[in-house]
């Protein structure tokens, strides 16, 4: 050793130097200060591309051996062979660190493929299992890392070949174990055909894809022929990459079943298997143990280290061995991430991110096979008729250019007449939004998705919802039949009272309803709430709570994006964009609407600068795209929200089933006695949630929040200190016969609320609460009787009935009264003033304050219809009156008898006052019922109402 090396070696180098003289075991800090010593005299250690320093004291091997090369070594197969190995394990490792799937390519193509009818529930007659499948080009590789490369431009193929290896060695698909990689393990299938047989399964399959070697040219060999200690294929010059095509069983049985008949049908249910059973349990995301599960405190878990397929199309044969569909996305995963993190976001609950990016492919290509057969028709031709029965949390749904109608639905009708007669869809881009809108509602009609429409301005916020909304579950869609059937598709087939929701037998379309819209349509007779129980109840009808948890209903966002004609850039300025040649398509005529503006130029050609000042003059610079994007909607609330709800959920339930009790036989106003009779009758359970909810300041205060909003008839503060004082008023009368104080309140209480709800319909809103929470209806009472911001200021309805409302002797009288009264409401104003053609409701007037009245129908029309009002309603007053005496029921038959046989009300009566014989015992009855009859406009409900003596 040199004098200079000596120098650099301190005493602890020579201590480690006679450690090794007296074979001793060096530590790992020992061998680090000698590798960092010879560092720069160990000529050939940088040259090996690995740091020979000690990596720990306690040390492992794995599977990785590469060749030791040096001069003088004896070169054999068997050393360039281990080297090859070396190499191709560690291109493998680095491929497992992605997911495996398909990198790029692999597309499948065939004539014909996806043509079958959409109304067909025929199980045969598609391709025939000899077309020629063409496989494009592309990489794809399996869970140990080997690439599958698809090298030439049209490798062709049919499933008729793929065949003859399943009849000898059927096999199938199982499950893997391994929640974060896709999976298609194999193993045998028992239930195929063995031995060549012809019969087939009818059903689905997967097309996969496999990497092989085979053999390639003759080797030439010096020599001893295979020497060497290994054993080798010694004939063959290389071994030459390739892959392997096969079919094998997915095994799902797929029934026959009212919803799902046709190729299309079992296309969709299968995707939805696929997404949400087989490879991503949306029901077992969150089980008892997770959070505390020992997964969490693990590693990464091993994924897949096997010689697993690769999916490239699930196929389904007919009966006859045909092919009904060929699917690439139900289980084809491209590489979109990492294998840790797939494992990581399947351990939170997200959606492998390949799979959710499939989901969004599978659902646009076979919306578009769909739409070539039958276009997107705003009358028909939903997404469930055309087999979907889970859809991606968003999606494009492709609309068709059309030029408006000409009709506007801007909600005031003095500027839609103003713009159909301008023709004000030349110049204005809102009709075609709106066109653009009922053409993607059409995509839910009649099926349990809500959607409500928003226009975006820009259309790069699309990329934005996508975002939010691309680890969301999918949308789940079932069959609603409008409310004109009178009954809904249960899941599994048949009609029935629904499933969950308030179990009431009818169901709404969405079609062209908004929430608020589905809010105020009219339930059927049997189970109709007024007022502001009814708008509640068909809300809850579309979309109640345990309805929008167990995905029966679901609620979408439209959003409509549009596209500028004339945008600039910075360098290249305005371009000749597409939307500019969509102008025709959609009726839009800029040289018609400029009043030939650029007449001189004839017609419209490139020149986008004079389109560009044509447009600054007319205004149309905009126009919607060709699709419209459905995006799911999250769904969260405030706990006090959620409690308030459900409160409401429960007491309209109850509301509708006790009403149902009164449909045989006649329809009647209900007493709070008698709700609570009917109340007294719900589980004792239930009963206890509910009132101690309707206790709660938080609840009651929402009540009265929900009110003021709705602008219900509860809201209107003088009235509720009125209800008030007469309370205090009927306790007071009640001192002497009621001992108890609070049996006392409540009796009285709802007696008050019987009387208003009669008047104002909105209180039998009120009549619940006395009847469900006695203690507490007046807290809520209170709180709507005094100022608020939202506070309801004094009406019509209510100057009009100075005295309150109408008090009865005969309790029998109030049924009839209330009747009366809604009927009255929904009587036109010019019923009342001859001389106006407002086709405004006496209610829409009787909701105003008696100012807002006078404005809208001038000084003179609003002393008439106040006048003929007052008169009118006093009839109703004295007729309810006498009414509830009761008739004779051999009057009651005639006047029946005549109805039924198609005669108008009024004219029977009138008919029964000329007969002498009839007259003379019942004038007084039969002039009341008459009069009553004019002023409800010939409406006689009420008559089903009158008891018989």
């Not at 069959?479 to 499933?499: F, N, Y």
């Not at 020149?607 to 600054?616: C, F, N, Q, V």
């Not at 807002?852 to 003929?868: C, N, Q």
Request: hydrophobic residues 40%; contains cysteine.
């Amino acid at each position: 050793m040199s004098t200079k090396k000596w120098k650099n070696m301190d005493a602890g180098l020579l201590t480690m130097i006679a450690k090794v003289a007296r074979n001793e075991a060096l530590s790992a800090a020992d061998e680090a200060s000698i590798a960092d010593f010879l560092k720069g005299y160990a000529g050939t250690s940088s040259d090996s591309g690995f740091a020979t320093g000690p990596t720990g004291d306690v040390r492992g091997n794995n599977t990785l051996r590469r060749t030791n090369w040096f001069n003088g070594r004896y070169l054999t197969a068997e050393a360039l062979s281990r080297q090859d190995v070396y190499f191709d394990a560690r291109a493998r490792l680095n491929a497992q660190a992605m997911m495996p799937g398909i990198a790029w390519g692999l597309g499948l193509a065939a004539d014909g493929l996806n043509q079958t009818d959409i109304d067909s529930e025929s199980r045969v007659g598609g391709v025939s299992p000899t077309a020629e499948i063409v496989l494009a080009p592309g990489l794809a590789f399996d869970a140990i890392g080997r690439p599958i490369v698809v090298s030439q431009p049209f490798f062709v193929f049919t499933i008729e070949q793929l065949l003859g290896a399943y009849r000898k060695t059927p096999q199938k698909v199982i499950g893997g174990g391994n929640e974060f990689t896709p999976c298609v393990c194999l193993a045998p299938d028992p239930a195929g055909p063995t031995g060549g047989s012809a019969g087939l399964p009818s059903g689905p399959y997967l097309l996969i894809i496999q990497a092989s070697e085979s053999e390639s040219g003759g080797a030439k060999v010096m020599g001893e022929i295979c020497g060497g200690a290994a054993s080798a294929n010694c004939k063959a010059d290389t071994w030459r990459g390739g892959f392997g095509l096969s079919l094998v069983r997915f095994p799902v049985d797929t029934p026959f079943r009212q919803d799902l008949q046709s190729a299309w049908d079992l296309r969709g249910t299968l995707s939805a298997y696929y997404f949400d059973v087989f490879e991503h349990p949306l029901w077992k995301r969150w089980d008892p143990r997770f959070g505390t599960d020992a997964t969490f405190n693990a590693d990464t878990g091993v994924g897949r280290h096997d010689t697993s397929a690769v999916p490239l199309a699930m196929v389904y044969l007919g009966e006859d061995g045909s092919i009904l569909f060929l699917d690439q996305w139900i289980p084809r995963r491209t590489i979109a991430n990492s294998q840790a993190d797939d494992w990581h976001r399947t351990r939170f609950g997200a959606p492998p991110r390949a799979a959710a990016w499939a989901r969004i492919h599978q659902f646009q290509c076979m919306l578009a096979e769909s739409l070539a057969q039958r276009p997107v028709d705003p009358d028909g031709g939903n997404l469930y008729t055309r087999g979907f029965r889970h859809i991606p949390p968003i999606g494009f749904l492709p609309i068709r250019p059309r030029a408006v109608d000409g009709e506007f639905d801007t909600g005031f009708d003095t500027i839609d007449k103003m713009l159909a007669a301008a023709q004000g869809s030349r110049w204005l881009v809102s009709p075609l939004v709106k066109s653009a809108i009922k053409q993607a509602e059409s995509y839910f009609i009649t099926t349990r998705v809500i959607p409500y429409a928003v226009v975006a301005l820009h259309d790069d916020d699309i990329l934005e919802d996508l975002n939010n909304v691309f680890d969301k579950d999918p949308i789940q869609l079932s069959r609603r039949r409008d409310d004109t059937t009178g009954g809904t598709t249960v899941p599994g087939g048949g009609t029935g009272g629904g499933t969950g929701g308030t179990g009431a037998n009818t169901h709404y379309s969405t079609h062209q309803a908004s929430l608020f819209q589905g809010g105020l349509k009219q339930q059927t007779e049997a189970v109709a709430l007024p007022g502001y129980f009814r708008i509640l109840g068909n809300l809850f009808e579309m979309m109640g709570l345990d309805d929008l948890v167990n995905r029966r209903t679901e609620i979408v966002k439209l959003v409509v994006p549009l596209q500028g004609l004339t945008r600039q850039h910075p360098l290249v300025g305005r371009l000749q964009e597409d939307a500019l040649n969509q102008a025709e398509r959609w009726g839009v005529n800029p040289l018609l609407t400029a009043g030939n503006a650029l007449g001189q130029l004839g017609t419209i050609n490139d020149s986008t600068e004079a389109l560009a000042g044509l447009i600054s003059r007319v205004g149309l610079d905009m126009l919607p795209r060709h699709f419209v994007v459905y995006v799911k909607q999250r769904l969260v609330l405030l706990d006090a929200l959620f409690y308030l709800l459900e409160v409401l959920q429960f007491l309209i339930t109850f509301l509708q089933e006790v009403r149902g009790f009164t449909r045989s036989g006649q329809q009647k106003a209900l007493t709070t006695e008698e709700l609570r009779a009917q109340y007294l009758r719900q589980p004792a359970e239930k009963r206890a949630i509910v009132e101690a909810l309707m206790a709660q300041p938080d609840v009651q205060a929402n009540l009265v929040k929900a009110a003021d909003m709705s602008s219900s008839g509860i809201a209107v503060t003088t009235r509720n200190q009125a209800f008030l004082a007469q309370v205090q008023t009927a306790e007071a009368a009640l001192e002497n016969t009621v001992a108890d104080p609070a049996e006392r309140k409540r009796i009285a209480v709802g007696q008050v609320a019987d009387n208003y709800a009669a008047e104002y319909p909105d209180y039998q809103f009120v009549q619940v609460l006395a009847a469900v929470q006695p203690t507490q209806t007046l807290a809520v009472v209170n709180k709507l009787s005094v100022t608020r911001n939202l506070e309801v200021t004094r009406t019509l309805a209510d100057d009009l009935a100075k005295d309150g409302p109408a008090e009865f002797a005969d309790a029998g009288a109030r049924p009839i009264y209330a009747d009366l009264r809604a009927n009255l409401e929904r009587r036109k104003v010019a019923d009342y003033v001859s001389s106006t053609d407002s086709q405004l409701t006496v209610k829409e007037v009787l909701d105003k304050s008696p100012e807002e009245a006078e404005k809208l129908l001038g000084a003179e029309s609003y002393e008439k219809f106040r006048s003929a009002f007052q008169s009118d309603r006093a009839a109703a007053v004295a007729g309810a009156e006498a009414l509830a005496k009761g008739v004779p029921a051999e009057l009651a038959v005639k006047v029946e008898t005549e109805i039924q046989a198609g005669k108008p009300a009024d004219a029977v009566i009138e008919k029964l006052q000329a007969d002498t014989a009839t007259a003379s015992a019942n004038r007084p009855i039969l002039d009341q019922t008459a009069n009553l009859l004019r002023i409800t406009g010939g409406q006689a409900s009420f008559l089903k109402l009158v008891k018989r003596t």
